[in-house]
């Protein structure tokens, strides 16, 4: 089966630093994903991660530790349009799971 | 990057009518495409692969005679909601994956289609 946790909702402050946490089990592992949703619109594309590490892009970084199962998302200089959810996503020997996302919310 | 449209992106329906969702690759052919549904505050279920020429394929607990999916062309999939009924109110979301002469790991998402059956 496949399995994805993420917390429900957090909150952080404007210019701060927030680390959203995933952890995951999946039949097969071909990528990790992160995406931004807003309220009432689609998911973004975020970042993708397929090997260990940190991608880093921007005020956006991810991380990813395959032999954990484990991924976070970084979020640097919070600017208050950054509140929405925050969806984490694998893809193992089928398309996209998505984690139930973390709503964060952006405060002054 | 790759744009991916659904139209409409909202409906109205009466119970026991039916409707069609339109999602369309604008800028890149897909062979392959997803149909996602979420509920309010609950994050994307997939319901289906659907596969340019070929039958889609259903996720477990999907009626596929109730969400009938159409891949005809490599850039349309048609995802129609048969005797639609309140419980089926949802956002229907698409998205396309990337083919050759692209990064192929991305889905590209389309804007969403907010069905409500009254």
Same mark, same amino acid.
């Given at each position: 089966g496949q399995n994805i946790d993420q917390p429900t909702e957090?909150?952080?402050t404007e210019g701060a630093i927030v680390q959203i946490n995933c952890t995951y089990q999946t039949s097969g592992f071909n990528g990790l994903f992160w995406y931004q949703q807003h309220a009432g619109e689609a998911p973004t594309f975020l970042s993708y991660n397929v090997l260990d590490g940190?991608?880093?892009k921007g005020r956006f970084s991810s991380f990813l530790s395959r032999s954990k199962g484990y991924s976070y998302l970084l979020l640097k200089e919070l600017q208050m349009k950054d509140s929405a959810s925050y969806l984490c996503a694998v893809r193992g020997n089928t398309p996209l799971v998505f984690g139930k996302g973390t709503r964060l919310s952006v405060i002054a | 990057g790759a744009v991916v449209s659904q139209h409409p992106s909202w409906v109205i329906c009466k119970s026991g009518t039916s409707v069609k969702i339109e999602c369309r690759s604008l800028d890149f052919q897909a062979t392959t495409m997803f149909w996602y549904r979420q509920f309010p505050k609950q994050?994307?279920?997939l319901m289906a692969t659907s596969n340019e020429g070929s039958k889609a394929t259903y996720e477990q607990? *999907?009626?596929?005679d109730k969400f009938l &999916?159409?891949?005809a062309s490599l850039t349309l999939s048609t995802l129609? *909601?048969?005797s639609a009924h309140p419980e089926d109110s949802s956002f229907? &979301?698409?998205s396309a994956r990337v083919t050759s002469g692209r990064a192929v790991y991305e889905q590209y998402f389309g804007p969403g289609t907010r069905l409500t059956v009254t």
């Open positions: 957090m909150t952080a940190l991608e880093e | 994050s994307l279920m607990g *999907v009626e596929k &999916i159409n891949h129609t *909601v048969t229907y &979301i698409c």
